[in-house]
């Protein structure tokens, strides 16, 4: 399960509207439950229809997340035109072991990639 506080589940949702059209990303972080949401700059050539996180401020919030205690609890990206649901490319990029929250245009679900595995979203 992974938990999330509302007010941050509408921080991250903020966010992608304002990356919107192209696909937002970025990193829920905490110890328990969600406790900063991190927004990352989308750098991939196309990213109307995809998303990269750009490797130094990747980098530079993971250190800082260590500094501060915090883990990674989830990587948080949208699907400005499609549903809440992995891509082929989300399951074949996959690289953490952590739940991918993808949000689409019929709501918000996280899974474990490239399993494709769902894990329950407990907002708080």
Do not use: C
């Amino acid at each position: 399960m992974l938990y999330v506080p509302r007010g941050l589940l509408e921080e991250t949702r903020a966010h992608l509207l304002r990356e919107a059209p192209k696909e937002g990303v970025g990193l829920w972080a905490g110890r328990r439950e969600v406790e900063r949401v991190i927004p990352l700059p989308n750098v991939h050539p196309s990213p109307l229809t995809a998303y990269l996180a750009d490797p130094l401020a990747l980098l530079k919030a993971l250190k800082a997340l260590e500094r501060e205690g915090l883990s990674l609890l989830a990587i948080y990206h949208s699907h400005p035109r499609g549903p809440a649901f992995p891509s082929p490319t989300d399951r074949k990029e996959a690289r953490w072991r952590v739940p991918y929250v993808i949000f689409g245009t019929d709501g918000v679900r996280a899974f474990l990639l490239p399993e494709g595995q769902e894990v329950a979203l407990v907002v708080l």
